[in-house]
């Protein structure tokens, strides 16, 4: 098992600019493929950005352009910029790794426990 730690939420105005990190450390063979989920109050889980070292960088598309994704292999962590942020991009933030892109991505990856994002205007 991986274990998982996110940092860097906090309160941004619309239209600025915060950075997450993810730092891995246990099983960190089990993580091939490192990303970000997000949920908002009441909302379902959603996809936000993987990173592979195979297949590289996906982006869901109402972040594309404004967020970006980087991992520093010999740390085994994982950053995320994110600029232009928009109050809907409010959500707890979710750091989730394993060593398939598609288990990843239908969430049944390992899990860190989330850092808080609130974006006002």
């Known amino acids: 098992q991986v274990q998982l730690s996110e940092s860097g939420g906090g309160l941004v105005q619309a239209g600025g600019s915060l950075r997450l990190s993810c730092a891995a450390s246990?099983?960190?063979?089990?993580?091939?493929?490192m990303g970000w989920f997000r949920q908002a109050p009441g909302k379902a889980r959603e996809f936000v950005a993987a990173?592979?070292?195979?297949?590289?960088?996906t982006y869901a598309d109402s972040v594309k352009g404004r967020f970006t994704v980087s991992r520093d292999n010999a740390k085994n962590t994982l950053d995320l910029q994110m600029n232009s942020l928009k109050p809907e991009d409010t959500a707890v933030y979710y750091c989730?790794?394993?060593?398939?892109?598609?288990?990843?991505?239908?969430?049944?990856?390992?899990w860190g426990q989330g850092t808080q994002v609130t974006v006002f205007s």
């Open positions: 989730t790794a394993d060593p398939s892109y598609p288990r990843l991505r239908s969430g049944r990856g390992s």
């Open positions: 990173f592979a070292w195979s297949t590289g960088v």
């Open positions: 246990g099983r960190t063979a089990s993580t091939n493929v």
